[in-house]
């Protein structure tokens, strides 16, 4: 296994973290790392906002599902989509299609992706925020995100106060296969994953949460996910053809 195996394979999620701040050095490198993920057409569709002010760091917290750890993070930084660099370089730019959504969205994924893979090897930890689609407008005219920017999601980091396991993912099988979707479900391995889960759950508790995978996302899929997007997506210039 080579390093950058074994720290990608032993991500999990942090979400309490001392007061260490990172050094300059170390930022800039992870700004580097995540500058240096591939980019759809090489239209590098992203825009990344740190957010030092405490005031304004308290402002999105609230906005964003009151998460403790966005509050105290040494780092906090939200990604967006952006296109209005573009717009502003060729005004003619034909902007608008839904594809431009999956681009921006992409590359800007795979640079939060690099991110958290170059702190994690600094021996720093990181967790993801999709809350920050909570509340888009209000948070778009906090960050004063022209139109042509979406927030995706923002990314807590800072040195570890504490040391969870890693979270068991699916069986490699029920994620992988060669030429074709499966054609038949394999409920019987889905089953032993659940047990997995629950176990997992189970010990990082103690036994007060016995949830399964299934029920897991049984809860999470049976509600509507954020209704409001396509209305902001729309209003800030995406998804429009
Ligand atoms: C796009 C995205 C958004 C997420 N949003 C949140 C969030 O708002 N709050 C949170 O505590 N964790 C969030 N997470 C972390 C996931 O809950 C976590 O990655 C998942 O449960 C797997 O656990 P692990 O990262 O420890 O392996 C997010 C993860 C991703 C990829």
Redesign the pocket.
Known sequence: MTPTIKVISN???I?KFTEQALSVEQREAIMGAAQAAPSSSFLQASAVIRITDPELRAKVMAL??K?PYIGSAPEFWVFCADFNRHLQWVPEAQTGFAEQLLIGAIDTALMGQNAMTAAESLGLGA?????VRNNPHELSALLQLPKGVIPL?GLCMGYPAQD?E??PRLPASLMFCDNAYPAEFDSATMQAYDEVVQDYYRTRTGGRKEMTWTGQIGDTLSKEARPFILDFLKEQGFCLR
């Not at 967790?127 to 809350?131: K, R």
């Open positions: 991500h999990r999620s979400r964003c599902g998460q967790v993801f925020i999709g809350a999601f969870p890693t979270k």
